[in-house]
């Protein structure tokens, strides 16, 4: 994996982004381990990227930097919400199959609330809303194994 400096504007002082681009699924879930580890709760991270780019791979990284193991971590395209307890709690949250408009049903502000977790969401273009301090990912495909990954 590599960073590429050329990317980080340099008048983004608040959330600079950080381009890197990744070989392998396993190079993906160590990025975001790396990031999890350092998390101290109330974070929420917006994934967004085509089926297949590395959302859910990222998610399991972060677990794995919670302490939660990271198959037991899956997609909650059908559940809607995956909770899972480490030394914060995870909320996982898929909005691919979520209605416009149907996010206040599933309690997403009393998720956001949570000083204790980290949320994760997975599809969040789909959510009007943006969370204030949200993470935004982006995983783009490069090629069969490569994802670039830009966090800001």
Not at 33 to 38: D, H, S
Not at 65 to 71: E, K, M, S
Not at 95 to 117: P, S
Request: aromatic share 6%; with cysteine.
């Amino acid at each position: 994996m590599r960073a590429d400096p050329s990317s980080e504007p340099q008048d983004r002082t608040q959330n600079p982004l950080r381009e890197i681009v990744t070989n392998s699924a396993d190079e993906t879930l160590e990025v975001s381990k790396e990031i999890g580890e350092r998390l101290k709760g109330g974070e929420v991270f917006l994934l967004k990227g085509d089926l297949g780019a590395g959302k859910t791979v990222f998610a399991k990284g972060l677990a794995a930097g919670l302490g939660i193991a990271p198959a037991e971590v899956t997609s909650p395209s059908f559940t809607l919400i995956n909770v899972y307890q480490g030394r914060l709690r995870l909320c996982h949250i898929d909005l691919y199959r979520l209605d416009a408009g149907l996010h206040e049903e599933l309690g997403m502000n009393e998720i956001l609330e949570e000083k204790e977790a980290v949320v994760v969401i997975e599809w969040a273009e789909r959510w009007a809303f943006v969370p204030e301090k949200a993470t935004h990912v982006e995983l783009m495909w490069l090629s069969e194994n490569q994802r670039k990954i830009t966090i800001g």
